[in-house]
C-alpha cells in the first residue's frame, strides 16, 4: 500500500520531475491549445474526465493545472471525483475534508482550500467519501462552487470520474467553459470513446479537444487536437 502510493507519487508530477521531456512538452502544448481556443470565449474553468477507470483522467488533471501554474496563472485544482479520489497523493496532502464538505454544508468554501507547496497552485480534495456523489455534484450548491471559485482563480481544473460509468462528469461538465477527453490508446475501444463524447455532447458539455495517452510511452502519445 505505501508503496504503491510512493510510485504514484513520482510518477505523477512529470511537469515538475521531468520538465523537460516530451511528455512535459505535450501538456505546455495542451496549454497553448487552450489558450488559444480561448479567443472567442476564455476557457477558464476545464473538466478533465474519460470513458473508464485507469486512463490518465487525474495525471492529466494535475499536470495542466502544474503548466498554467507555471505560467503565472493563478491555479485551483479541484478533485470532483468523489468516488476514487487520487489528486492529493500526488502533492503528499492528506484528503480529510474537501469538496463534499463543503457541499453538504459543513464546511465554508476557505476551510476546504489547500495550499500546495508551489505559490497559486492550490488544491480542493474530495473530502469524505459520500454515499450520493451525483446528487452533490448536481446540486444547486455546486454551481454556487463553481461561480464562487472562478472569482478567485484564473484557472480552475476538475478531475473526475469516468463517463460511462457515472453521470458525475456530465453534471460538472455542462457548467464548465470546457471539457478535455482523455483517451488511453490501446485500453479504450472506439465505440466506448464515442460513447463517452455522445454522453457529454448531449449534456452540454463543450468538448474542447482529446488527450492521447500512450499506454507505455506517454513521452511520445499525449497530443492535442
Ligand atoms: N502514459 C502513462 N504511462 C504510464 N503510466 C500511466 C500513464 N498514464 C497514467 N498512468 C498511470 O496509470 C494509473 C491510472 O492513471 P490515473 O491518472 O489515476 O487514471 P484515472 O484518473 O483516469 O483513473 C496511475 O497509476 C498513473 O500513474
Ligand atoms: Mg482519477
Do not use: W
Not at 453538504?104 to 495550499?115: F, N, S, W
Not at 483517451?183 to 463517452?196: G, I, L, P, Q, Y
Amino acid at each position: 500500500m505505501r508503496r504503491k502510493r510512493k510510485k504514484l507519487e513520482r510518477g505523477t508530477l512529470i511537469t515538475i520531475e521531468r520538465n523537460n521531456t516530451i511528455a512535459a512538452e505535450q501538456f505546455r502544448s495542451i496549454r497553448s491549445n487552450i489558450n488559444f481556443a480561448s479567443v472567442d470565449r476564455r476557457l477558464r474553468s476545464i473538466v478533465v474526465t474519460s470513458s473508464s477507470a485507469g486512463d490518465g483522467k487525474t495525471m492529466t488533471a494535475t499536470n495542466l493545472a502544474i503548466v498554467f501554474n507555471q505560467e503565472g496563472k493563478k491555479v485551483l485544482l479541484v478533485d470532483a471525483d468523489l468516488r476514487r479520489p487520487k489528486v492529493h497523493h500526488a502533492f503528499r496532502l492528506e484528503n480529510h475534508v474537501g469538496l463534499s464538505n463543503y457541499l453538504i454544508g459543513q464546511k465554508a468554501l476557505e476551510d476546504i482550500i489547500m495550499r500546495t507547496y508551489r505559490p497559486d497552485l492550490d488544491l480542493i480534495t474530495s473530502g469524505i467519501i459520500p454515499p450520493n456523489p451525483a446528487e452533490l455534484l448536481g446540486s444547486r450548491q455546486m454551481s454556487i462552487f463553481i461561480s464562487q471559485v472562478m472569482n478567485l482563480y484564473d484557472v480552475v481544473i476538475f478531475d473526475t470520474p469516468p463517463v460511462l460509468v457515472v453521470t458525475d462528469s456530465t453534471l460538472i461538465a455542462n457548467q464548465c467553459d470546457g471539457t478535455l477527453l482523455v483517451v488511453r490508446a490501446k485500453k479504450n475501444e472506439v465505440k466506448d470513446v464515442k460513447k463517452a463524447k455522445e454522453q457529454l455532447s448531449f449534456a452540454g458539455a463543450n468538448l474542447i479537444g482529446a488527450v492521447f495517452n500512450g499506454k507505455k510511452q506517454l513521452k511520445k502519445n499525449l497530443y492535442y487536437y
